[in-house]
């Protein structure tokens, strides 16, 4: 009978830990976001241990329970996203996207190469500086009720084409790495099938449930179309993790679907509880990851400072030039909302580490800049949203 | 990227079949808790294989999501559940907790006896009679709207009673197992403690919020009192547990203590969507630990019968006894409510194995007995709480 205690205790600690660290944060008018991330490297293994490295590795029920927090959060982002909205910002967002990876991998390899990588080696390095975690800055608008802007759904929209162009670059560069050069043929299939996937998805989904969500609330069950859109947003997530993209991705897409229904607006209140029990994890393992012993000697600090610049600085240039056509100041919220690699940087790393690539230093030195950028990035954000607070209208494209 | 993908594939899985299961238990007009266990008989290693043996040991993230879920749906009955309605039927209850688990310990003691085993073993097998698992039962109550009835608030209150027995039992079975007697005054520190928990965090709980709830909204998010009071049910789950209680007795008493808030209706509103996400894995987890192939022989079958019919039968007679004076009908309700055995059963069986003291048959007997009776309860209990609907007044002890 004793066995669920200790996990019990986590949970619980983790939970407290949260709000603590978001009430915090927030009496000091940054964003609650990095309340939870700061206490969760506090409570993490770097000071207080009272997470353990193991308890955080993959495949753990914390790891599951902070991968269903993100995914319900980018699933109620989604809610609060119309297609055509989306459809609207399309051209910026995609140039947003493209330049968004191009010139960070760009930066990145220069920069691997220039502190004495081989080029095989600094492009797999430049890989991790490419792809934007949208839950930070997803979590950031929410919060500050910054949803309908333009300039959010440029974000949310560039995401979507940035994890495409990172997934099929990190494909490049670890196929570059065995050896052999690439296949062109199997990169086509992967972006089709990737683009097909959303597409189809976007697209149809939104039509069926624009034209007819009364099927939502046939079951007996009290909460069917909740029940029916988080079965299809755990559906969706899991497909899109099976084409090689990340879950959230495809919970944002589901969450796009269902606020087309006309259950929108209760659908959205009911998400309310589920992110207050369960993004709370995602945000405290996130700030548990953070390795403070790696940054003991003044060398790796200053690395790590080098590595975080170039990787805002090049985040940042890409999402600006890609949204100048909204005007300078909404291009600035459009590029800082770019600017976190959150755990999708991590991934990388840890591929590049299995794979003998990436030394200790390079691996924890990734890690540290993936989550730096994601600390850094809310009160930025945060500050830019009130000092631009007037509402852009939706450019006609 | 891809680690993912098959834990939310099972996630998945195990979602859109407790939906299917739910949905086809209404249709016949069962409740649709049945459903969800049968679900995850049907998905489990058993039959389709969808969730593996492993994926459902202790500590797994299915376990942890299933102990969140049973955790949660305890919290939100206690939501239901006024300290006042519990004081006023505690007589009752008292007798219920106590008689239901006196008898089926020795009915369960005498079976095991009369068919071979020594009367330490006997005693222990008797163990795994005795705790009624509430989730089940309150699950029906709550899906038929009768937790406000007279027997409902006799069955949660006999169940937290029953809980505080059945440790102290197994606690004395287990150190009779040692060899030696057992400690009398280690005993009474046990019960002391467990006692004093309950007395202390449900009244003391229950006066602080009615006195005052105001300071819930102090803090700065907007879901506040939703995560103070869940941060105290998973502080109340992890201390009950400490004590050697089951968890959902803290999670219930934190609902208890959360019902006398001004904000009861809001957090009441607030929980649905966390169940509905949530309890489904545990029901879908139970069903799945249902292994068929233990009933290959006829003779399995014959004593997994004899034991189930013991079970049932002693727990129904002595919820029977112990409630009489609500009259007869209200008396079979009660008597069926605990009924129940589901995994706290189980886990007296994986003591008693770990133990050395239950054969492998003994074991799946014992747990397919604790899984049946949780099978067979709810259409029982719906049919009598409709057949039965007129909501008796509440007496006054």
């Known amino acids: 009978m004793h066995h669920a205690s200790d996990i019990l205790l986590t949970l619980f600690v983790v939970f407290v830990a949260a709000q603590i660290g978001a009430e915090i944060a927030q009496r000091l008018r940054l964003p609650g976001v990095v309340g939870e991330i700061a206490a969760g490297c506090v409570v993490g293994p770097s000071l207080l241990g009272w997470i353990t490295p193991e308890q955080i590795l993959p495949g753990t029920p914390l790891d599951v329970l902070a991968e269903i927090g993100v995914v319900l959060l980018l699933f109620s982002v989604g809610l609060e996203t119309r297609l055509e909205d989306l459809k609207k910002v399309g051209k910026v967002a995609f140039l947003v996207g493209v330049l968004g990876v191009l010139i960070p991998f760009a930066m990145g390899g220069v920069w691997a190469h220039g502190s004495g990588f081989a080029w095989g080696k600094s492009l797999f390095i430049a890989a991790a500086f490419v792809a934007t975690s949208a839950g930070i800055t997803a979590r950031v608008l929410q919060e500050l009720g910054a949803l309908q802007r333009v300039e959010s759904k440029v974000i949310l929209g560039a995401a979507v084409i940035d994890d495409i162009l990172a997934m099929l670059l990190l494909g490049v560069v670890v196929s570059l790495q065995d050896g052999g050069g690439f296949d062109l043929a199997n990169l086509l299939v992967v972006l089709g099938s ?187 954000l945060a500050w830019l949203l009130k000092r631009y607070p007037v509402p852009q209208e939706m450019p006609d494209h």
């Open 194 to 380: 990737a683009v097909g996937f959303i597409v189809l998805v976007g697209l149809g989904g939104a039509r069926v449930m624009r034209w007819n969500s009364t099927w939502l609330e046939k079951p007996h069950s009290a909460h069917s179309p909740l029940a029916i859109v988080l079965a299809i947003c755990l559906g969706l997530a899991w497909l899109s993790t099976l084409l090689g993209l990340a879950a959230i991705i495809g919970a944002f897409l589901a969450g796009m679907i269902a606020s087309e229904t006309r259950q929108q607006h209760t659908l959205e209140k009911q998400t309310q509880p589920l992110l207050a029990l369960l993004t709370p994890f995602f945000f405290v393992i996130t700030g548990s990851k953070i390795d403070l012993a790696q940054l003991g000697s003044g060398e790796a600090v200053l690395m790590l400072a080098m590595v975080t610049v170039i990787a805002i600085v090049s985040k940042l240039a890409g999402g600006w030039l890609g949204s100048l056509a909204l005007g300078r100041r909404s291009a600035v919220i459009v590029g800082f909302g770019m600017v976190p690699r959150g755990e999708v940087g991590v991934v990388v790393a840890s591929l590049g580490l299995a794979a003998g690539v990436f030394s200790d230093r390079i691996y924890a030195i990734i890690v540290a800049m993936s989550l730096l950028t994601a600390m850094v990035t809310p009160p930025v």
